[in-house]
């Protein structure tokens, strides 16, 4: 029988299912649990020793001479610091030491109850990982706690640290067996022909495989998974993601209906977006998806055949859509004449919020876009830093809020008139107006989306930036025109005016008439 710690039985079946066959157990009570589980194992020996300082160095001799990761398990308190001569060594051995601490809850931390300090970074720079699992109650928080244990013991040749916190009682034993847990497996480089070679063999072979790639570029993904709702027909069993941020919410949640998603990016991050991941592969995400789409020109695959089935349906219908004037229109005006009119793609920065989820509808080049963790600062002063070290034009697509918090980016002599700004301001953060149930409440206009009556006008002034405004469809296209095409050795900036009721009718216009025109399968 095993301990009733579900964060307990999660590591000891995911230490088993990466293969660890090594434990060296110190004594102590909070970690009783955890020895209980080890020597309940069958696959796992367990190997006691009382002093902790001499314990981690009789793991690092195991790791010595069997080449595989060993287990060194303490108590709480100093017990773990007692590890960190041991962990020192192992580290610059590139030896593979899983160190595993029980600790207190966090809410008894430095409050002078016993054996508590603060463990998690107790070890520093000497592991390559240091999480601590929650204490589950739910199924988000279990997902949580086995993607921590995965993203620790994936990693090899280095010391990692796990520390867990067990409340009380602790010593309750009636589980009868160990969860399935899911095992994430780091894969390695992708650009050895047999690693490469296996994951498209994977793809093809799969039922319904999709590949999915983020920033800088997945156009009309939101509109189509809006399109097919719940229909199973289109849920992929297998995802190869390639990386990058997704900006649709409803695209991340439909994804994580999948059976399983294999990751590919440079670091051999465990990044678990569709919370289904079961591979890592380490490798270039552009060599991988290129040879995806050779095998698929060679043998096409129904389902992905299906998907860009849909994808065009959804690209046609968003062409023929017509927007009132609005923010939407000014966007679909200006990727309309980047589209028709350059041979050599203008670099486009698109702001957060509004601005992306415009681009995702009609842009048809990649976009750049600060999605790293979608803060609405500095988005114009990556567009400025980007164009002061090329020599192509830069077009900076931002929303009102973004602008005005980052105007100093035009406090800069080093600007050129490669700079090219395209301010799209509806006197508040529009965004707010499409979050369903945030109407309730009375501090939405002004407090929550800041409303405000400010222009660009004066900034521009002072920083001598040339400046236009349009308020009609028509001062619209001719303003964009004129950002476009104009030669200046200055930055030029058009701000467009919109009404934010305009711009919610015609960004809920667009998804309502996708409404109820289902896809043929």
């Known amino acids: 029988m095993y301990s009733n710690k579900e964060n307990v039985n999660i590591l000891t079946a995911l230490l088993v299912a990466h293969g660890v066959r090594h434990a060296v157990v110190c004594p102590g009570s909070r970690n009783a649990p955890i020895v209980h589980n080890l020597n309940e194992c069958p696959d796992i020996e367990c190997h006691p020793v009382t002093d902790e300082r001499s314990a981690g160095f009789y793991a690092l001799g195991m790791a010595q001479a069997t080449g595989q990761r060993v287990v060194v398990c303490v108590t709480s308190g100093t017990a773990l610091l007692n590890l960190a001569p041991a962990v020192a060594e192992a580290y610059y051995q590139h030896r593979s030491l899983i ?3 029980a600790d207190r809850p966090q809410q008894w931390i430095d409050q002078q109850d016993g054996q508590t300090l603060p463990q998690t970074d107790a070890l520093g720079r000497f592991v390559r990982r240091a999480v601590s699992l929650p204490e589950p109650h739910d199924d988000e928080e279990r997902w949580y706690c086995n993607r921590l244990v995965n993203e620790a013991l994936m990693l090899s040749h280095a ?4 520390n867990i916190p067990i409340s009380e009682p602790l010593f309750g034993f009636s589980v009868a067996s160990l969860p399935t847990e899911r095992v994430i497996t780091l894969k390695p ?3 050895e022909p047999h690693t490469l070679s296996h994951v498209c063999r994977r793809f093809m072979q799969a039922h319904r495989p999709m590949l999915i790639s983020g920033q800088p570029w997945n156009p009309h993904l939101d509109e189509a998974v809006y399109r097919v709702q719940d229909d199973d ?11 990058g941020s997704i900006v649709s919410k409803r695209v991340k949640h439909f994804l994580r209906k999948a059976r399983e998603t294999w990751v590919v990016n440079e670091t051999g991050e465990a990044t678990d977006t569709f919370m289904n991941l079961t591979h890592v592969v380490q490798g270039d995400p552009e060599v991988v998806a290129d ?7 060679q043998q096409p695959h129904p389902f992905v055949e299906q998907w860009r089935a849909l994808i065009a349906e959804v690209a046609a219908y968003a062409e023929a859509y017509e927007p009132v004037f609005s923010q939407m229109a000014a966007v679909k005006y200006l990727e309309q004449r980047l589209s028709s009119e350059y041979v050599s793609p203008i670099a486009c920065h698109y702001a957060n919020s509004q601005s992306i989820r415009l681009a995702n509808i009609y842009s048809r080049q990649p976009m750049w876009c600060n999605r790293g963790v979608n803060g609405i600062e500095g988005s114009l ?10 020599d192509e034009p830069v ?14 980016a035009l406090w800069n002599r080093c600007l050129r008139g490669n700079l090219r700004i395209l301010l799209l301001n509806n006197g508040r953060g529009g965004i707010f107006n499409l979050l369903p149930g945030l109407e309730q409440s009375a501090a939405r206009d002004a407090l929550v989306a800041a409303e405000h009556h400010t222009t660009a006008e004066g900034i521009c002034r002072q920083n001598a930036i040339d400046y236009r405004h349009a308020a009609t469809m028509a001062d619209m296209q001719q303003g964009i025109d004129w950002l476009l095409h104009t030669d200046s050795d200055r930055p030029l900036l058009l701000e467009v005016t919109t009404d934010a009721a305009d711009d919610e009718q015609a960004y809920r216009g667009y998804y309502q008439g996708l409404k109820g025109q289902k896809p043929l399968h």
């Open 233 to 243: 027909n289109y849920v992929p069993d297998f995802v190869l993601y390639t990386g």
């Open 395 to 408: 077009c900076c697509v931002i929303g009102d809020l973004s602008f005005f918090y980052d105007q100093n």
């Open 291 to 297: 040879q995806v789409g050779f095998f698929l020109e």
């Open 189 to 191: 480089s992708a650009i």
């Open 99 to 101: 160190v595993v601490s």
């Open 381 to 390: 002063s990556t567009a400025a830093g980007f164009s002061c070290v090329t």
């Open 159 to 162: 010391p990692v640290h796990i």
